[in-house]
């Protein structure tokens, strides 16, 4: 069986053992097709319910807690090891180890070792906890007394944070609204949401960088250590052995972390996380500013607000329209072109091998630099100055005009089946929101028929599984093919 295929049935066997422990944890209080519609928004880490989550069962509340870490880790680890199989069309019968070399490095080196790929996935998993927890401590020791409502504090802040990071959207308080007023809180969910949907190769890269500022921080301290010692050492003709465990700590501290350094793999190349970094400021910037000047005046979302209160609620919209979808306020309420500029952060995303969806930073970035290639034809697709792969600018153009083409017909269809009985523009906003993992609503989800709720749970799979995989699952492609016999450029993880 394709790798591909394993990845689909893998999470559609997630989806429907988690929708039976939902159903069977309200013990009838819900339908199957509602909880099976909840596992799967669950799973595939979109945030969009039926019903409100602040009714359920508290066990109900633990069964989507647990489905929301699987899927975030799940998702980590599948694309993770499928995420560069398809861009250089490997072939789907390719050993493990060398699918993760794949998917992990951008930069063409030797397959990974078994041990390799364990400590890239262990790392993956330490990442996750450390941040969620760090976050649930934060929203525990920040957020006011009784906002919680009737559940516990400490698992509203562990629910919350485990929910941003994996950028779900889910809230066991149905939204945020209560923390409008809390600027503090806001940027801690913010912050968990665009490390979770940044991708885990440039938390990796990051971290690198970290451990070689704290190598050579330590370094320093053994050095001063060792100075002093032997000045007393001159001085008196003793050693001290309170001066020697600075030492011995610092040379252990090196050997740790140079070992610890050496074997870590699995970060991206410095240019990809540039594009995603820069790419994801310049697009918070963009929905924050966009939604500030077109919401300041409107009563039902942010002119009751102060000037402070209002700058955080609309940086935290920003933040979670391209992945996350908390709100703080209700979005039936805004403005039609606050609405439009939300629905095309949700269509971009954040970035690749992480927890956010959409068509992702780099394949947009890519499109934009494909067009300005068009212009001027003679030259190559560059970015940052860096020639970019053939192969790289064909994957995003593809999964582009994909993307563009399943939403078409499934809006077509949508629409039909609607009859009517909702404005157009309501059921695109939902069905974006759905294909895009994001979790932001119009109102529209409680309102949908049994089958409109399965082409929904359809369109979330689709969109997390991703369309390329999809395909090579149901088709037994390997891949897609090189562009040419050469292709020098950088290679940029899309789709």
């Given at each position: 069986?394709?790798?591909a295929?394993?990845v689909?049935l893998?999470?559609?066997?997630?989806?429907?053992v988690?929708?039976?422990?939902v159903?069977?944890?309200?013990?009838g209080?819900?339908s199957?097709?509602d909880?099976f519609y909840l596992?799967?928004s669950?799973?595939?880490v979109?945030?969009l319910?039926?019903v409100s989550l602040?009714?359920l069962k508290?066990s109900?509340h633990w069964v989507?807690l647990?489905?929301i870490?699987?899927?975030?880790?799940g998702?980590?680890?599948f694309t993770?090891?499928?995420g560069?199989l398809?861009?250089k069309g490997?072939?789907?019968?390719?050993r493990?180890?060398?699918f993760?070399?794949a998917?992990?490095?951008?930069?063409?080196e030797?397959?990974?070792g078994?041990?390799?790929?364990?400590?890239?996935l262990?790392?993956?998993?330490n990442?996750?906890?450390?941040?969620e927890?760090?976050?649930?401590i934060g929203?525990?020791?920040?957020m006011?007394?009784g906002?919680?409502?009737p559940n516990?504090?400490?698992?509203?802040?562990?629910?919350?944070?485990?929910s941003?990071?994996?950028?779900?959207g889910?809230s066991?308080?149905?939204?945020?609204?209560?923390?409008?007023?809390?600027?503090?809180?806001?940027y801690i969910?913010?912050w968990?949401?665009?490390l979770?949907?940044?991708?885990?190769?440039?938390?990796?890269l990051?971290?690198?960088?970290l451990l070689?500022v704290?190598f050579?921080i330590?370094d320093k301290?053994e050095?001063?250590?060792?100075?002093?010692?032997m000045?007393?050492?001159?001085r008196?003709g003793?050693?001290?052995k309170l001066?020697?465990?600075?030492?011995q700590?610092?040379a252990?501290l090196?050997s740790?972390?140079?070992?610890?350094?050496g074997?870590?793999?699995?970060?991206?190349?410095?240019?990809q996380?540039?594009l995603?970094?820069y790419g994801?400021l310049?697009?918070?910037i963009?929905?924050?500013i966009?939604?500030?000047f077109?919401e300041?005046?409107?009563?039902h979302?942010?002119?009751p607000?102060?000037?402070?209160d209002?700058?955080?609620?609309?940086i935290?919209?920003s933040?979670c329209?391209?992945?996350a979808g908390?709100?703080?306020?209700?979005?039936g309420?805004l403005?039609d072109?606050s609405?439009?500029i939300?629905t095309?952060?949700?269509?971009i995303?954040?970035?690749?091998?992480?927890t956010?969806?959409?068509?992702?930073?780099?394949?947009f970035?890519?499109?934009l630099?494909y067009l300005k290639n068009?212009?001027?034809?003679?030259?190559?697709?560059?970015?940052?100055?860096?020639?970019v792969?053939?192969?790289?600018?064909?994957?995003?153009?593809?999964?582009y005009?994909?993307?563009?083409?399943?939403?078409?017909?499934?809006?077509?269809?949508?629409?039909?089946?609607?009859q009517n009985?909702?404005s157009?523009?309501v059921i695109?906003f939902?069905m974006v929101s759905?294909?895009?993992t994001v979790?932001?609503?119009?109102?529209?989800?409680p309102?949908?028929?049994?089958?409109e709720?399965?082409i929904y749970a359809?369109v979330?799979?689709v969109?997390?599984?991703?369309?390329f995989?999809?395909?090579?699952?149901a088709t037994g492609h390997?891949?897609?093919?090189k562009?040419?016999?050469?292709?020098?450029?950088?290679?940029i993880?899309?789709?």
């Amino acid at each position: 069986m394709s790798f591909a295929r394993v990845v689909c049935l893998g999470f559609l066997s997630a989806i429907f053992v988690g929708s039976l422990l939902v159903y069977t944890s309200e013990a009838g209080g819900l339908s199957y097709i509602d909880s099976f519609y909840l596992s799967a928004s669950a799973i595939c880490v979109t945030g969009l319910s039926p019903v409100s989550l602040s009714a359920l069962k508290p066990s109900t509340h633990w069964v989507i807690l647990s489905l929301i870490q699987l899927g975030g880790l799940g998702i980590i680890s599948f694309t993770v090891i499928i995420g560069f199989l398809i861009i250089k069309g490997i072939s789907r019968n390719t050993r493990f180890n060398a699918f993760v070399t794949a998917a992990i490095d951008t930069r063409d080196e030797e397959s990974l070792g078994t041990s390799d790929v364990n400590r890239i996935l262990v790392s993956i998993v330490n990442i996750s906890f450390v941040l969620e927890i760090l976050g649930a401590i934060g929203l525990f020791i920040h957020m006011p007394e009784g906002i919680e409502g009737p559940n516990e504090r400490w698992f509203f802040s562990l629910f919350t944070s485990v929910s941003a990071f994996n950028n779900a959207g889910f809230s066991i308080t149905d939204d945020l609204s209560s923390l409008r007023h809390e600027p503090f809180c806001l940027y801690i969910i913010s912050w968990l949401v665009i490390l979770g949907g940044i991708g885990f190769p440039v938390i990796i890269l990051l971290e690198k960088f970290l451990l070689t500022v704290l190598f050579r921080i330590v370094d320093k301290v053994e050095v001063i250590a060792e100075t002093v010692m032997m000045r007393q050492t001159l001085r008196t003709g003793e050693i001290s052995k309170l001066l020697l465990l600075p030492t011995q700590l610092s040379a252990y501290l090196e050997s740790r972390i140079e070992e610890y350094n050496g074997h870590l793999r699995g970060e991206t190349t410095r240019i990809q996380s540039r594009l995603l970094v820069y790419g994801s400021l310049i697009l918070v910037i963009f929905g924050a500013i966009g939604v500030y000047f077109l919401e300041k005046g409107n009563p039902h979302s942010l002119y009751p607000l102060s000037f402070w209160d209002r700058i955080a609620n609309s940086i935290f919209i920003s933040v979670c329209s391209r992945t996350a979808g908390f709100a703080t306020m209700d979005f039936g309420n805004l403005n039609d072109a606050s609405v439009i500029i939300i629905t095309v952060l949700m269509f971009i995303g954040g970035g690749p091998q992480g927890t956010a969806g959409g068509i992702k930073i780099t394949t947009f970035v890519l499109l934009l630099a494909y067009l300005k290639n068009v212009i001027q034809p003679s030259k190559p697709v560059m970015v940052f100055g860096d020639i970019v792969s053939k192969n790289s600018v064909a994957i995003a153009i593809r999964v582009y005009f994909l993307a563009t083409i399943a939403l078409a017909a499934t809006f077509i269809l949508l629409g039909v089946m609607d009859q009517n009985q909702h404005s157009l523009h309501v059921i695109f906003f939902e069905m974006v929101s759905a294909f895009s993992t994001v979790g932001y609503s119009l109102n529209l989800t409680p309102q949908l028929g049994d089958i409109e709720k399965l082409i929904y749970a359809f369109v979330m799979f689709v969109g997390r599984v991703g369309i390329f995989t999809i395909l090579i699952a149901a088709t037994g492609h390997s891949g897609v093919p090189k562009m040419g016999t050469t292709d020098d450029g950088v290679k940029i993880q899309v789709g």
